[in-house]
């Protein structure tokens, strides 16, 4: 189910009925809406709703009707000549065009009259009859679910996804204005995670002179926003929810500082500004005597003290077993250039992938039993392995076998085949770039890739990849190797296996392999 329009970062602008019937007032609110937004760099959409009135009002209320919206729809219907025009006006000012229809006719017009986008609204998002010509219309939608219960939405989104539909959803209350404790903002977080191919919205209703809502959402990680708009004149008032240009300036200006203050999901490197802020506050290390050349340093002749010389050893630098490079006085800050670092490289390289692999499956929400072993398969030597490796998480092996395999980015895992295993990948998270029989494939979240015995395969990833392995019984000494280096290698030498995570196992296990490299 991907998304071939660019639903993301859309600001929709609802004009809804507050054009009053009259083409020269809903000009006028375009106007003011394409200013704005092209001022505040925003894509922004006006949207229309589409009513066959004659027809969508049964005949016996058409004059005399006790719902209070039948009045405001006769009084400020508008012909469909008019809404062509209005929809030009919006192009031309260079807003994409979207309408919500209320009938099927509705769709037709919309079709029509070559709407960039069709809205279900959530009084729509059930009526089963018209989302089915929704579907059919073959333009980009964006479904609200305002009333909606979670299986409801559950239904539309598989229903849309079923017809292929290129759509988004919001989520949205439909209570007119809705109070704060009616938003329920957390149902965004809940969407993204349970549809993470959609891009999801806010269709908010709150008072037009609240701006909280909009960081906030945005911070939840919606990714399209909608908002009632209209112009305000002596004779016409707005409704509650309804935001005239100030309040929707004001919004936009909220929006976009949300965005500067979230920033990127990605990790960035430290300004020299914060590293010159923590660096005034970590501690140093010092000698607590004398110190000739050659010393071992260790919690006996050394201590942590503040404030930090800069181009010196800090307490988070300080590893016991540094060995003194020059002789140094009592309470003197130990030099960088003084150090050197007399622990095993090969032993840190692994440490440190437990470490991101944790973090690889904790961000995917993947859970591990206490009972597993881990395989750090590394064909070229540790030192090689950020470029040649993986890390395997064995959880069965009896009649069939499964396995969680991990790859940080960068890596890449050789080509072999295996003489009795048929193996199949899901991939979980990442991308993963499979070669089976000389054929080159990129598979994505979701994908599989089955790979029978015999057959020769190899797989690498620049993103780093989680994915599953679901296989026959693996049996020691199975694979074989294009290159005959890797086959020439001792199992010890290629693949480190300990209990768990093995991080205190790693020692032992690395040093006998060196002492019994045969074995």
């Not at 989520?171 to 349970?194: G, M, Q, W």
């Not at 032992?508 to 490299?517: C, G, M």
Request: glycine fraction near 6%; charge should be neutral; charged fraction near 25%.
């Amino acid at each position: 189910m991907e998304e071939k329009f660019d639903f993301k970062n859309l600001v929709v602008l609802d004009l809804a009925n507050n054009h009053q019937g009259n083409l020269f007032h809903g000009k006028k609110i375009i106007d003011n809406c394409a200013k704005l937004s092209k001022s505040h760099s925003l894509k922004a959409a006006i949207k229309f709703q589409f009513r066959d009135l004659p027809n969508f009002i049964h005949s016996e209320d058409q004059k005399d009707s006790k719902n209070k919206h039948v009045p405001r729809f006769l009084s400020t219907m508008m012909n469909w000549e008019d809404f062509k025009s209005l929809k030009e006006y919006a192009l031309n000012k260079g807003m994409l065009t979207m309408c919500t229809p209320f009938d099927e006719v509705s769709v037709d017009k919309i079709v029509e009259m070559g709407f960039d986008i069709i809205k279900i609204a959530s009084c729509s998002s059930k009526d089963w009859p018209l989302v089915e010509k929704v579907a059919k219309s073959g333009l980009p939608i964006v479904a609200s679910t305002g009333g909606l219960t979670l299986s409801e939405v559950d239904d539309l989104v598989s229903f849309l996804g079923h017809k292929g539909c290129d759509f988004s959803i919001m989520h949205c209350v439909a209570i007119y204005p809705t109070p704060d404790e009616k938003c329920n903002l957390r149902n965004i977080s809940e969407f993204k995670s349970r549809y993470p191919n959609l891009t999801i919205g806010w269709s908010t209703h709150e008072s037009p002179e609240e701006t909280t809502h909009i960081g906030l959402v945005k911070a939840l990680g919606a990714e399209m926003f909608e908002r009632h708009v209209g112009h305000e004149t002596d004779e016409i008032k707005l409704n509650a929810y309804s935001s005239n240009f100030n309040n929707l300036e004001n919004w936009m200006i909220a929006l976009n500082r949300s965005e500067k203050l979230l920033g990127s999901f990605e990790r960035s490197q430290p300004s020299e500004e914060e590293m010159n802020s923590i660096n005034s506050l970590k501690r140093g290390v010092f000698v607590k005597r004398d110190l000739k050349k050659g010393s071992v340093l260790n919690d006996k002749n050394t201590f942590f003290a503040f404030p930090y010389k800069e181009k010196h050893l800090s307490s988070g630098d300080f590893k016991e077993g540094m060995v003194l490079n020059n002789n140094l006085k009592a309470n003197q800050a130990i030099p960088l250039v003084d150090v050197s670092i007399d622990f095993d490289e090969e032993i840190s390289i692994l440490k440190k992938a437990i470490h991101e692999v944790k973090a690889m499956l904790a961000h995917e929400k993947i859970p591990l039993t206490s009972d597993f072993t881990t395989e750090y398969s590394h064909h070229y030597g540790i030192a090689n392995f950020r470029k040649v490796g993986a890390v395997l998480i064995n959880l069965i092996n009896r009649d069939y076998c499964k396995k969680v395999l991990v790859q940080l980015p960068g890596q890449a895992h050789p080509s072999h085949y295996h003489k009795l295993k048929e193996e199949t990948f899901l991939i979980v998270s990442g991308e993963l770039i499979s070669k089976l029989d000389g054929k080159e494939k990129v598979l994505k979240r979701g994908d599989t890739l089955m790979v029978a015995p015999g057959v020769w395969h190899s797989f690498k990833t620049e993103t780093g990849c989680i994915f599953e392995e679901i296989s026959t019984t693996a049996f020691a000494n199975d694979s074989v190797y294009r290159d005959e280096q890797i086959n020439n290698l001792s199992s010890k030498q290629r693949k480190t296996i300990v209990d768990h995570w093995g991080r205190f196992q790693l020692d032992e296990q690395l040093r006998e392999a060196k002492i019994n490299p045969l074995d």
